[in-house]
């Protein structure tokens, strides 16, 4: 076999879920995870997932190795080939299932040299590897075909079409200057061939920043593929179950509700104003003795961390507005850089005096702490009413469209694989323009922007070489 | 189709003889394709319309250029003849794209034409195993074995029966072809050359697919009526290798005294005179019909399909060093003769020009290159091969490059051994064949080095490293040359051990050398590898501080520096290459039942069932078929094997 990249996939179905499984195979699969994985116990002592046995488990924390910031804590179980499901050496990676979490495991795994697997690789390696019978192989052909038939699906195919005239539009352009590149070597004689790097240089930065907004939409493309996370904070008795109630009978599509089974939270997913949303409810983030309590706070920070909005609910008793209370302590410190709104929750047994006073009072506390700036929005809810909901609904919204602001189309990256090319593709071409401008040779940045193209072609299916001459043909009169 | 026995009952038929290899055409595939067949010793015989017009050069009076150069180089490194000939003939050398990295410096030369014919002739005289024979083939001669075709010999239009167990046509623009100039059509070979009829039908007649292409040249001048004052001179170059790695090794270089070329631009009055006779153009009243390549137009097409572009670049070029004549690149035309004149007269420094030759456009038959294996024999006449432009293609290079692939595997197929096939990842020869038979062509191909995916590794430098050990064990390197060849290669390595190995340590010396090349002093000890990979130095520059350097070959210098330098690019290429090659040696059986496995997409099924790919990487480049289609196929012959194995 090849010294390919290994491959790596979420092995449970996306969605709300205690646990995650995420699955890599291929040769260097325990190279790639050590990059990214500290241990913390493990069998035998090992001390690196090299050191590992088959079928043995280490317990640590995934980092990323850019920042050097926790992800998870994970359990990783080490196959080695040829016993494994795929019959290569392989990981098995056990973490928590919040879709954040799982996004942001592949993503440092993809960026320590894995690659996203292709529909039905595992099973097709599995197979190939002799590790299933002859009676399997229809199916597994079936399946293959299956999940290529599913990436046609309707709603697949309008936004993959879009996707894809997008990329071409780009690739367009870069063909252009890409042709013009290939022309100054391909037909050196002819004095009149473009000559101009500069002006080259110019095109290459606008097509690179189109391919870096495009990127970007990927976390807007995420929202509307595994849920907008909003997690509700706030003292106990706030109010967040029943907002969390409320939201659960608020629309139809409410798909589950369960309690997590490793961290003391509660997931409900449902659709506010057509945006997926996942809601998360915390224990309270507060200092506390309690060994399992802290445990729940340190989850509930956990789940800050890959929140999209966090909500908090101020307590009717004034709680929250004191010097030095837990909305004091959650703003100034671990809700940095955070979309935050803050609602009050009525509750019956509030005086309606107070309550209509009571948001006021909130606002200027939070102003008087000098973290107005830092709150999106603040609104009164009603458990009861239903009050408060269609703020709540046109918020998460207007956070949804500000995440896709400055794109200049409504296309979506969704699909992690459209998301490693075009991320590929982009850095590609930011070396390509840094090799123009340092003077090196033709030949390099032509590799280079090749290697551009054929990243951008594995989205729109076109082979470049093929395109490639056809625009030179077009755009240049040269001949004999 | 026609066989031995129906062939001896012709009127004035006669039994000629029995070879191994017959060759139909003595240009540039024809050439190499009879000197490769003879050399790995199977008797050979090669025939040409005319044998004063052997490896004719009917166009540009030059070998090389852009990818071509490239091509040239691989032709040698594998025990090839053209690069040998092109050195020994040139009058002018030079190395085009120097300033735009090695992977696409590209030799190029201006050729005495008579020469290089005289001299090719000679060599085929001489070569053992080898007979060449004046005539036309007007049939291939075939034997049907309950509809397998297997080719058995050729007959000449004067009756003549040849039997052989291999038949290689190198026909170029000759089968069917017509020239025409402005309203003027006539039967003719390219360069006033006799046509050839009749080979064609007999080839559709066996079910090959046949195509009607057009190509054209330009005219030719006497220099005695040119004002060189009025142009740009454009001299060759003597610090380059030549063409032949044999004579790189050998220390032979290009001559010092060589020709210039010059260059010209078109005049408004061009332009009009163009733009005034547009339908007296053939191009333009429909008498043309075969489908011209777009890297090569007229110049009436290049003032009409780019309209905006006010004047175009002419190139003068001399034919050799005994003739007066000059060609001129960039004006080919089939406007009538009178028209040509207006049209030549209407540029700086020919405004007394005589036309030698009319320039032309010829129309030709050639084949579907899709309906031959990658070895370039025919699906459907085992024995047959095919080279040059009867495939589809253009140039001198990329025929030379066919006809030695042709020459090649047609004595592996009277051997009885598998073919040779280059892939992608390993030579130009290889993109140019895969290319052909993969997608097929609408127009001439041209080989150009942008349809090269591995560029940096396929490069004009390292052909040698590349091909030779093919060429030796072909029989085509002999054993001093192939000793030559491994004595350069360790020293590469060698020497650049030596480099990734010293290490020097922060000096005054140091820094006043690095200052002077306007390059940073590395703060710490650094390996001499290390200095060479910044672009702004180069090996020659860091001999004040190398003192153990030795003396060392020019090519063993640019390889070690190309190495070290690019080595980061390679690495990246390379692993693309390792991924190509696992798809590319899964072999497919040719008796696949596309239409019933399941999972693939119809239009998959059918684009396979067509092409029948002789590989997964072959398959995964026809158009049509997705990733998700292979990893189906990959499935099936998984399934297939067990099962087979299981019985």
Request: with cysteine; hydrophobic share 40%.
């Amino acid at each position: 076999m090849s010294p390919d990249r290994p491959y790596c996939a979420c092995a449970t179905p996306p969605g709300a879920s205690g646990l995650a499984v995420i699955r890599m195979s291929g040769p260097d699969s325990a190279a790639v995870l050590n990059r990214v994985f500290s241990i913390s116990r493990s069998a035998d002592n090992a001390a690196s997932v090299m050191d590992m046995r088959g079928y043995t488990a280490a317990f640590g924390t995934i980092r990323d190795p850019g920042d050097g910031k926790v992800i998870d804590e994970v359990i990783c179980t080490r196959f080695i080939a040829p016993h494994s499901y795929t019959g290569e050496d392989s990981i098995e990676i056990s973490c928590h299932g919040g879709s954040a979490v799982r996004q942001e495991i592949l993503r440092v795994l993809l960026e320590n040299g894995a690659r996203t697997a292709e529909p039905g690789e595992f099973t097709r390696t599995a197979f190939l590897a002799g590790k299933m019978d002859l009676s399997q192989a229809e199916a597994v052909m079936d399946v293959i075909s299956a999940d290529s038939e599913l990436a046609l699906a309707a709603a697949e195919r309008q936004l993959a079409g879009a996707l894809k005239q997008k990329v071409r539009s780009i690739s367009e352009s870069l063909y252009q200057v890409f042709a013009s590149l290939e022309m100054m070597v391909e037909f050196p004689e002819h004095e009149d061939t473009p000559g101009n790097t500069e002006a080259i240089i110019q095109k290459l930065k606008t097509s690179d920043r189109l391919l870096t907004g495009l990127k970007n939409t990927f976390s807007q493309g995420r929202i509307l593929r595994e849920g907008m996370t909003v997690v509700l904070c706030g003292v106990p008795n706030s109010g967040k179950s029943s907002l969390l109630n409320r939201l659960a009978g608020y629309d139809r599509a409410i798909v589950t509700a369960q309690p997590g089974t490793t961290r003391d939270t509660l997931e409900v997913f449902g659709t506010i104003e057509g945006i997926p949303v996942r809601l998360v409810d915390t224990a309270g983030l507060r200092d506390t003795d309690d060994e399992i309590e802290k445990l729940g706070v340190s989850r509930a920070f956990a789940a800050v961390n890959e929140a999209d909005l966090l909500l908090w609910l101020c307590s009717p008793d004034g709680e929250d507005l004191r010097d030095g209370s837990e909305l004091f302590a959650a703003l100034s410190g671990s809700f940095h850089q955070k979309d935050i709104g803050i609602l009050v929750s009525k509750a019956d047994l509030m005086d309606t005096n107070i309550a209509g006073t009571f948001p006021e009072n909130v606002r200027d506390r939070i102003r008087e702490w000098g973290f107005a700036d830092r709150v999106r929005f603040f609104g009164v809810f009603s458990s009861e009413t239903g009050e408060g909901m269609e703020l709540l609904g046109s918020e998460i919204r207007r956070l949804y469209d500000e995440k896709g602001q400055g794109q200049m189309s409504q296309v979506l990256l969704t699909n992690s694989r459209h998301f490693e090319k075009i991320a590929l593709a982009s850095e590609t071409l930011t070396e390509t323009i840094l090799i123009l401008q340092q003077g090196q040779s033709a030949d390099l940045a032509c590799a280079l922007l090749r290697s551009t193209m054929d990243a951008l072609g594995e989205i729109t299916g076109d082979i470049v070489s093929e395109e490639l001459v056809e625009m030179i043909f077009s755009r240049f009169c040269i001949g004999k | 189709m026609t066989t031995i026995s129906q062939a001896l009952k012709r009127e004035f038929a006669y039994e000629a003889g029995n070879y191994d290899v017959l060759v139909v055409g003595a240009g540039h595939a024809g050439c190499e394709a009879a000197l490769a067949a003879a050399r790995q010793g199977l008797s050979t015989i090669l025939f040409s319309l005319n044998l004063d017009s052997l490896a004719n050069m009917p166009c540009n009076p030059s070998i090389g250029g852009t990818a071509k150069g490239q091509l040239v180089r691989e032709i040698d490194a594998l025990g090839g003849q053209m690069g040998i000939v092109a050195d020994l003939t040139a009058i002018q050398m030079r190395m085009l794209n120097r300033s735009k990295g090695p992977a696409v410096f590209s030799p190029r030369a201006q050729i005495d034409r008579r020469k290089y014919s005289g001299m090719m002739k000679e060599i085929l005289e001489k070569e053992p195993n080898l007979f060449i024979r004046q005539g036309e083939i007007t049939e291939i001669l075939c034997e049907n074995d309950d509809g397998k075709m297997t080719v058995s010999g050729a007959m000449t239009r004067t009756g003549a029966v040849y039997s052989a167990s291999s038949v290689i046509v190198c026909s170029g623009t000759y089968m069917e072809s017509r020239v025409i100039m402005g309203e003027v059509v006539y039967e003719s070979g390219p360069d006033g050359l006799f046509p050839s009829h009749g080979l064609s039908g007999s080839l559709a007649a066996a079910g090959i697919p046949l195509q009607r292409f057009k190509t054209g040249t330009p005219v030719r001048l006497n220099a005695r009526y040119v004002d060189f004052s009025k142009m740009e001179k454009q001299e060759g170059e003597t610090d380059i290798p030549p063409f032949s790695f044999a004579h790189e090794m050998a220390g032979i270089r290009p001559p010092q005294n060589q020709t210039p070329c010059w260059t010209i631009w078109t005049t408004p009055r061009t332009r009009e005179v163009v733009n005034g006779n547009l339908d007296r153009s053939p191009l333009y009243s429909g008498v043309i019909e075969g489908t011209g390549p777009r890297y090569c137009p007229s110049i009436e097409d290049k003032f009409v399909k780019f309209k905006d572009k006010e004047r175009h670049q002419v190139f003068v070029e001399p034919m050799g060093s005994d003739t007066c004549e000059m060609y001129l690149q960039g004006m080919s035309t089939s406007m009538p003769e009178e028209v040509q004149v207006q049209i030549v007269q209407s540029m700086p420094g020919l405004e007394h020009a005589h036309i030698q030759r009319s320039a032309y456009a010829i129309e030709y038959d050639c084949i579907d290159p899709t309906s031959m294996f990658p070895s370039l024999e025919s699906r459907h006449i085992s024995g047959l091969f095919t080279a040059g432009q009867i495939n589809g293609s253009s140039g001198y290079e990329e025929a030379a490059a066919q006809g030695l692939m042709a020459g090649i595997n047609a004595a592996k197929y009277v051997q009885g051994k598998p073919p040779l096939i280059l892939d992608r990842s390993e030579a130009y020869i290889g993109v140019l064949i895969d290319d052909l038979v993969t997608k097929g062509t609408s127009e001439p191909y041209r080989m150009m080095t942008s349809r090269a995916e591995y560029r940096l590794f396929l490069r004009q430098d390292n052909a040698d490293e590349r091909l030779t050990e093919y060429g030796h064990q072909l029989g085509l390197i002999s054993d001093g040359r192939y000793a030559l060849f491994l004595s350069k290669k360790n020293a590469v390595i060698a020497e650049e051990k030596r480099l990734r190995a010293t290490y020097l340590p922060p000096s005054d010396k140091m820094k006043a050398l690095m200052e002077s090349l306007g390059s940073t002093p590395p703060p710490s000890g650094i390996s001499l590898a290390e200095l060479l990979k910044r672009p702004e130095l180069h090996y020659a520059d860091l001999a004040s501080v190398d003192p153990d350097r030795k003396p060392l070959e020019e090519s063993v210098v640019f390889a070690v520096e190309v190495n070290i330098k690019y080595e980061g690019y390679m690495r990246l290429e390379q692993d693309r290459i390792n991924k190509f090659k696992t798809l590319e040696h899964r072999s497919l059986p040719q008796d696949l039942p596309y239409p019933e496995v399941t999972g693939l997409r119809l239009e998959a099924r059918q684009k396979l069932a067509a092409h029948r790919p002789v590989s997964i990487g072959q398959a995964s480049r026809i158009s049509g078929v997705s990733p998700s289609d292979i990893a189906v196929l990959l499935v099936y012959l998984e399934a297939r094997r067990r099962r087979e194995g299981s019985l």
